[in-house]
């Protein structure tokens, strides 16, 4: 699950990062991290080409719960690079302080 810990990680990694909201298209539509793609949770497992050649991939989510299944079913289809985020507003919040 999603710690405060994940900031100091976060923040080396977020503006070089494939950042990806797993969300669903709605939800994305009410607000997202700039730069971010929004690929939901039940297509990750579809989408796993997207992922590929990314040399660190944050995904996110409403509460950190989606996007920890989403980085789980990312390790088993051999992805190591993948950090949750947690929340969206988070990602963002670490992405406006690491951009200053």
Known sequence: MFSENNNE???GI???AFLVDVRTPAE???GNVPGSINIPLDQVQM?????KNHENIV??????NRS???KAILEQNGFTNVVNGG????VNAV????GK
């Open 87 to 90: 929340t969206w507003q988070q």
């Open 14 to 16: 977020v503006n070089n």
């Open 95 to 98: 992405k406006n302080e690491a």
């Open 47 to 51: 989408q796993m080409a997207q992922f």
């Open 59 to 64: 995904v996110f989510c409403r509460s950190g």
């Open 28 to 30: 994305f539509a009410e």
């Open 9 to 11: 990680e976060l923040k």
């Open 68 to 70: 920890g299944q989403a």
